[in-house]
């Protein structure tokens, strides 16, 4: 069964940082690109950043640039999200999903909630 | 704002049809495929339609998507009160080099 596990969200102060991971499982890791999405409350859904399978390409939002930093370790079929300079604005539940072939998120993880206050 | 529109609600009666709109440019829309997710309250979304009108095994076909242009739309038959949810259009923007998604439509089956 195809799973998506995220975790180490929590409360931080505006200008922490925090790094959230996804734990894979269920098929094979190495062949997939990788997204973060994010939900603030009661907004919709908005993309943060998406891997290649190898890393080569990473593409941000353009609010998340220079702040926020993903990487993958296919060895441990993890996905990490870290995350600088936050803000109160990027309070939010932080989605890992799949890329599958036409590019569509077809699996999701259940959503670790980041909150930004002082 | 986002740079695809969709409707912010649609409704209709249980049994009813309902389509709902995304509208986007060349860049996106115009070149890309187009996904459609479900999100029930409380829960994270799920995918309903890929590569403009394909479902994902499971997906009821209920549930249909088209693309046309710069725009896709889904469409839904038979409404059930369990298809109350939050509705995305989602693709890829070639000159921004990022994933798109609508504002979201919220569907009431009355």
């Known amino acids: 069964e195809v799973q998506v596990v995220e975790s180490g969200g929590g409360l931080v102060k505006p200008g922490g940082s925090l790094r959230l991971s996804c734990a894979a499982s269920g098929f094979t890791f190495s062949s997939y690109s990788m997204n973060w999405v994010r939900q603030a409350p009661g907004k919709g859904l908005e993309w943060v950043s998406s891997?290649?399978?190898?890393?080569?390409?990473?593409y941000y939002a353009d609010s998340m640039k220079g702040r926020f930093t993903l990487s993958r370790d296919n060895a441990k079929n993890s996905l990490y999200l870290q995350m600088n300079s936050l803000r109160a604005e990027d309070t939010a539940v932080y989605y890992c999903a799949r890329s599958a072939m036409y590019g569509e998120f077809d699996y999701w993880g259940q959503g670790a909630l980041v909150t930004v206050s002082s | 704002q986002s740079v695809l529109t969709q409707p912010p609600s649609v409704s209709a009666a249980p049994g009813q049809k309902v389509t709902i709109s995304c509208s986007g440019s060349?860049?996106?829309?115009?070149?890309?495929?187009v996904s459609w997710y479900q999100q029930l309250p409380g829960t994270a979304p799920k995918l309903l339609i890929y590569?403009?009108?394909k479902r994902p095994s499971g997906i009821p076909d209920r549930f249909s998507g088209s693309k046309s242009g710069t725009s896709a739309t889904l469409g839904i038959t038979g409404l059930q009160t369990g298809d109350e949810a939050d509705y995305y259009c989602?693709?890829?923007?070639?000159?921004?080099?990022?994933?798109?998604f609508g504002g979201g439509t919220k569907l009431t089956v009355l």
């Open positions: 060349s860049s996106n829309i115009g070149g890309n495929y």
């Open positions: 590569d403009n009108d």
């Open positions: 989602e693709t890829w923007d070639g000159s921004l080099s990022a994933v798109l």
């Open positions: 891997i290649s399978r190898d890393s080569i390409h990473i």
